[in-house]
Structures are given as structure tokens and as C-alpha cells.
């Protein structure tokens, strides 16, 4: 295609949202003319299946729940006054709450004002929250806030080494909506006996983020921590940043708040027209359907041209793979859709895997994010007349291009500036696109079944593993890992049994001692006298 014939298409395609401060370009997919129109028919099913669920049909017909993330930008729309009202008072006791942490109404145990808060949460009671916080954080915040998002010991250990002797000073954020994640237990868990050696009570550090009467919320109830903010069967996690999960930190940092929210209900907004041309969120949603046959055949590669959006492809990557990555439709039948999403951001990618984008195999379509404003202060000119700016903007240009020489399609998402408003507008959109997406292809967006076998399995090995420090612990002579197998009466989990092991006799304190000698299957492990 030549220039000309690409800027008509430009010209044709672009979806400007003013209201917004955002634009889409579509025009480097290469979607024939014919294809808006017969998908339309499709998308117009989309709207109305969107607009049952903003009215409160049970959208997630599996877990019987209502999905509500869109009310909780414009509570006009829930579908009860009782809905009104618990999204309403949640927001006051955020504020309410940030501004008696941050005016010093609510001091620490040794009451000194709280000028750090550790978030401890995983999935969506983590991404949501740490994107924001990327996003938006500045050195002028009123509080600093770091992340337990895993049950690695060590990266635990990195995280209380920073926050040092600061730890009287740290508000724990504890966030699950079920209340019984295992790796925020032991975040948790952690977190307290971190307290505990530094001779501080928990309880008067502490607030929850949680379901009415969930595991953690009776404990945070029993022990008496600072304070709790709901969470509701009706909102999931990976749409929950604009409830207590992402408000609530994001307050305490002194983000502001407000405006995120009305960038959420904005996009909201112009995201519910019906005319698919008009409506960003529908247009992705068509693109990621054109690019990927509907069926994940292409993985979508986000590309944010800025820093501050680096962990924005980390949350769409559970937004979108947790929403659309299902093996049954709602049919019933088999369909094992998905679609793959993966990035960091420009222009560093280009010196790390944009070489296999543009040359290698055509597997993918690229979103990339362009911010019209550079930065806050005025800039230098790095060569004459050109600022470091100009190079982000020539390098988003240009691989733009080149990814186009060679048939890679890309669409572009163009925003005036990074800040709360625009930060909500982007969540927004791309929960709306999920939806409207998810219809097309007609699965449920709004559980996500398979993740509980691979809770159930780790269970089951950590039953495994206490099994075997019961058998060893009885003063046994060193035995392989089949005997041991046998020994338990499961000589079919001898693979499991030795992985146990190996992974205890390489921690001294676990008390598990191993002699490494012939085949991995001849090792012998025994009890540490
Ligand atoms: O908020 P929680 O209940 O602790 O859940 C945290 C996360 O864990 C689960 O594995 C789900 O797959 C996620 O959707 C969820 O966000």
C-alpha cells in the first residue's frame, strides 16, 4: 500500500475520543474493508450482551455472580440501592481513611505518621495496584509503597531488607477477596513475624482488603487490625483496581483518586456507544478478532512507548489470558481459546526481541501505546533541535514502519499524557474490550477454572511433603526416594517424593540430609541427626 493510500486509511479508521485525550489507529491491521460489516451483526450482540451485564444479569453464569466492575465508576448504574450504597460508603472510608493516615490521626504503635505501605496480594489483588502505582508514583508522594506479591522467602527477605528499620512506619495492606490465598497467608504470615523481631504488634500495622467474613476477615476482625474495606462477590479480581484493592493504596500514596475514577467512567462512557466506529474498546475487540481468526492464532505484543506503563502488559496479561484463555464456550463446547499477550515497553524491546518481530515468525500483532506528552520539565536538546523525546517518538515511528514493510500488523493507542485520568481511561478500555471480546467468541470472561488444579496439586504436595518429614522423622536408615515411595504406600509418586527431598536437603534448616552419589534414583535421604 502506498503513503497515500495509508493516510486515507489513517484518515478513515482513526477513532479520535477527545472526551478522552485518546485516540486508535487501526489502520495498520490489514483487515479487508468487507470486515467491520460482516462482523457487525456480532458486535451489535456484544453491545447487548454488555448492556445486560451493566444492568446486573448474572454474567458469570458458573459462579452465579453478577459482574459489576462498571458500577463502581458510576454507582447509578448498579442494580440496587443496596449496591449504591456499600460502593458509595467503601469510597468515603478510603478517603476518609488516607486522610487520617496522612494527617497523623492514625498513627503506628509507637506513634509515629506512616510513611510506607506494603501491599501484600497476588493476581488481581496485586497487578492492578502495583500498574497504578508505576504509573502514577512520584519522589513527592505522601507514602511509599512496596510489594509482597509472591511466597518466595527470598524475595520476601529483599523486600523487609529495604524497608529496614522503617518497619514501625509501614501500614501492611493486606488484599484477597476470597481471604485465602495461600501465598498471601504467608505474606502475611511473614509479615507479622517481621513485625514480631522488630518488637511491634501487627494488628495496630495492619489493614485488610477482603470478602464480608472471608478467612482474613475474621482474623483482621479477631485480632483487631487498624481497619477493613470490602471486597464483593460481584467484582473479580482482575477488575477489582477500581475498588478498595487498587483505590485504597493508590489513595494512601496520595494518588489521586478521584481522577482515576473519572477517567474509568469516562472511557465507560464513550466505550457503551453502540456505533462499533465510534467506540475504541469495540474496534479493539473486532482488531484482536480479525488478527487472531477468533481464536488466539496471533499473540498481541504491547508496546508502550514510556516507562511508567512498563507494568502495563504484566496486568492485561491476566486481565485478558485469566478472561479469555478458557477450554469450554458457554456453550459447553470444547473451543480451548485464548489469546497471548506479552511486552514491556519501547524503545527498550526493540534492542531485545524486536529483531524476531520483524524478521522472524509473523505470530503476533503489536499494540503500541504512544504519549503525545514527553515530560514535566523542558528538555535539552541531545542533538540540535532534537530532545531525548524525539528519539521515543522516532523509534515508535519507526518500528511502526518497519514492522509494516514486512505485513506485521500493529494498531496504535495514542494518549496525551500519563496521569490518574488517563491511567483509569486505559483500565476501562481494555476491561471493556475483554468483554465485548469475550462475547464475540462467546465464553465466559468472568471465571477462571483452571487455576484450581494447580492450587489443588500444590496442595496435595505440601500433604506429600509433610508425609515424608512424618516417615523420616521416626529415625529411619537413609533410603532412596522409591523406597520412601513404597514406604508411604505411593510408589507411583516417587518422581514427586524426590523432588520433595532434593528441595529440603538443600535448605540446612529443614532437616533433611542427602547422599548424592550414582543416579539420581540410587540418592539417599535421611533425618539430620
Ligand atoms: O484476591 P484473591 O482471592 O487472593 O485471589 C488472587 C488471585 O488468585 C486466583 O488464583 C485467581 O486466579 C486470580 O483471579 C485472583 O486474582
Not at 115 to 133: D, E, M, R
Amino acid at each position: 500500500m502506498g503513503d497515500l493510500t495509508l493516510w486515507k486509511r489513517y484518515t478513515t479508521y482513526l477513532c479520535l475520543c477527545p472526551k478522552l485525550g485518546l485516540s486508535l489507529d487501526i489502520s495498520r491491521m490489514g483487515f479487508p474493508e468487507a470486515f467491520p460489516d460482516h462482523m457487525e451483526p456480532s458486535m451489535q450482540r456484544a453491545f447487548t450482551a454488555m448492556k445486560e451485564l451493566e444492568a446486573g444479569a448474572v454474567a458469570n453464569p458458573d459462579e452465579q455472580r453478577m459482574v459489576g466492575h462498571y458500577w463502581l465508576r458510576n454507582t447509578a448504574l448498579a442494580p440496587t440501592g443496596e449496591i449504591r450504597d456499600q460502593i458509595a460508603s467503601a469510597l468515603d472510608q478510603i478517603k476518609n481513611f488516607s486522610q487520617r493516615i496522612h494527617s497523623g490521626t492514625i498513627t503506628s504503635q509507637n506513634n509515629e505518621i506512616f510513611k510506607n505501605i506494603l501491599i501484600i496480594g497476588i493476581g488481581g489483588s496485586a497487578l492492578g495496584p502495583q500498574f497504578v502505582a508505576e504509573a502514577l508514583g512520584t519522589s513527592g508522594d505522601r507514602m511509599k509503597p512496596s510489594f509482597l506479591d509472591n511466597t518466595d522467602p527470598d524475595g520476601m527477605d529483599r523486600v523487609f531488607a529495604e524497608l529496614g528499620d522503617d518497619l514501625g512506619r509501614t501500614l501492611a495492606i493486606v488484599i484477597s477477596k476470597s481471604g485465602s490465598t495461600k501465598e498471601t497467608r504467608n505474606g502475611m504470615l511473614e509479615t507479622q513475624a517481621a513485625y514480631r523481631r522488630a518488637g511491634l504488634e501487627f494488628a495496630r500495622h495492619a489493614v485488610a482488603v477482603t470478602g464480608a467474613g472471608s478467612e482474613l476477615d475474621r482474623l483482621a476482625a479477631a485480632e483487631g487490625w487498624i481497619a477493613r474495606f470490602p471486597m464483593w462477590d460481584w467484582v473479580g479480581g482482575r477488575t477489582s483496581v477500581t475498588s478498595a484493592v487498587g483505590l485504597l493504596p493508590a489513595a494512601l500514596q496520595g494518588l489521586d483518586i478521584t481522577a482515576l475514577l473519572a477517567g474509568a467512567a469516562a472511557c465507560d462512557a464513550v466505550t457503551r456507544q453502540t456505533e462499533t466506529r465510534q467506540n475504541p474498546a469495540a474496534l479493539m475487540a473486532l482488531m484482536w478478532h480479525y488478527a487472531t481468526n477468533g481464536h488466539g492464532e496471533k499473540d498481541m505484543v504491547m508496546l508502550p512507548y514510556k516507562d511508567r506503563l512498563l507494568l502495563f502488559s504484566r496486568y492485561l496479561q491476566q486481565l485478558i489470558m485469566e478472561s479469555i484463555g478458557k477450554e469450554a464456550d458457554l456453550g459447553g463446547n470444547i473451543v480451548t481459546q485464548g489469546m497471548t499477550v506479552y511486552g514491556n515497553k519501547g524503545s527498550t524491546d526493540q534492542h531485545a526481541y524486536v529483531q524476531q518481530l520483524r524478521e522472524g515468525v509473523a505470530n503476533f500483532f503489536v499494540t503500541f501505546v504512544e504519549v503525545l506528552y514527553d515530560r514535566e520539565k523542558p528538555s535539552m536538546q541531545v542533538e540540535e533541535g532534537v530532545t531525548s523525546g524525539d528519539f521515543l517518538f522516532g523509534f515508535f515511528q519507526g518500528t511502526r514502519q518497519a514492522l509494516y514493510e514486512k505485513g506485521r500488523e500493529s494498531m496504535t493507542i495514542t494518549v496525551e499524557r500519563i496521569d490518574a485520568f488517563t491511567v483509569g481511561v486505559l483500565i476501562a478500555l481494555f476491561e471493556r474490550a475483554v468483554g465485548l471480546y469475550a462475547s464475540l467468541i462467546n465464553v465466559n470472561a468472568y471465571h477462571q477454572p483452571g487455576v484450581e488444579a494447580g492450587k489443588k496439586a500444590a496442595g496435595a504436595v505440601i500433604a506429600l511433603q509433610k508425609e515424608i518429614v512424618g516417615l523420616l522423622g521416626k529415625g529411619q536408615n537413609a533410603m532412596t526416594a522409591g523406597e520412601i515411595a513404597a514406604s508411604l504406600g505411593k510408589p507411583e509418586a516417587v518422581e514427586q517424593v524426590f523432588a520433595i527431598l532434593r528441595h529440603l536437603a538443600a535448605n540446612p534448616d529443614r532437616g533433611v540430609a542427602a547422599v548424592c552419589e550414582g543416579n539420581v534414583g540410587e540418592w539417599r535421604f535421611r533425618a539430620k541427626q
